[in-house]
């Protein structure tokens, strides 16, 4: 897979260097490449801003050094994504959907946004996807880039050594994960539950799915769907 980003900010992208998408590109699964978007401004100060048309307060980005990015690049038959606060949630099935693609051009706006043209023009040329890290406000798309990357990179098959912590983790299933442990059985005060210790498989498993729906239907009841029964588990309002 080949990732590209867009950005006028390239150092923040510097933890692709590191731990799984810096691991993902030793093995050769992945090629990053970060690109400051003010090579692609011309004037003395490079200027990638502009007031917007209407008015209103802030800084509107320039769409002529997008589009110059879009062609020396080359976008076509790549994924394009936006990060915005007004995109699509990011969540576990869309890192899934993005993993199958060949290649991912990220392009990350600040100030107030991009120029829609820009926009527009790429989905002209190429798939056009606007994702949302969550509900609050960043002051750029770099951070929503990197996590995106993080979780997109790891289900890139070959990536993992081991599949099967990829299927039990929290979201694909669409449960949240089961409580873990470890040794020692017993620490301050604290026991593993007993039933791990059974080495009763069949237990361990019913344990820790009645575990996990239990933490699901307590912190984020709206993931549990209406089959899965719930007997016994608190379900408390959402503040
Ligand atoms: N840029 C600013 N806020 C963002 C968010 N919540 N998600 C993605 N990109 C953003």
């Given amino acids: 897979m080949r990732i590209d980003v867009l950005t006028i ?103 107030e946004g991009i120029d829609q043209r820009v926009l527009d023009e790429a989905a002209t040329r190429a798939e056009v996807r606007e994702i949302s890290l969550g509900d609050y406000v960043l002051n750029g798309g770099e951070v929503a880039a990197l996590a995106i990357t993080e979780a997109v990179v790891r289900l890139v098959p070959g990536f993992m050594g081991n599949a099967e912590s990829l299927v039990e983790e929290s979201h694909e299933d669409g449960l949240l994960e089961y409580p873990v442990y470890t040794k020692p059985a017993a620490w301050r005060g604290h026991d593993v539950p007993p039933v791990l210790l059974s080495g009763d498989h069949g237990a361990i498993a019913a344990w820790r799915r009645e575990q996990a729906v239990r933490r699901t239907a307590q912190r984020r009841p709206d993931l549990v769907h209406p089959s899965v029964p719930l007997e016994g588990v608190e379900i408390r309002p959402v503040q």
């Fill in 9 to 111: 900010f390239p150092e923040y992208l510097a933890p692709l260097e590191l731990s799984l998408a810096g691991k993902a590109r030793e093995k050769g699964l992945i090629d990053v490449r970060v690109h400051d978007l003010r090579q692609w401004a011309h004037d003395k100060h490079r200027t990638v801003d502009d007031t917007p048309y209407g008015g209103g307060a802030g800084m509107v980005m320039k769409p002529e050094p997008w589009g110059e990015a879009f062609d020396e690049l080359g976008i076509e038959g790549a994924t394009v994504v936006f990060t915005t606060p007004s995109g699509q949630p990011f969540t576990q099935a869309v890192a899934r959907d993005l993993a199958s693609r060949e290649r991912i051009v990220f392009a990350c706006g600040r100030y």
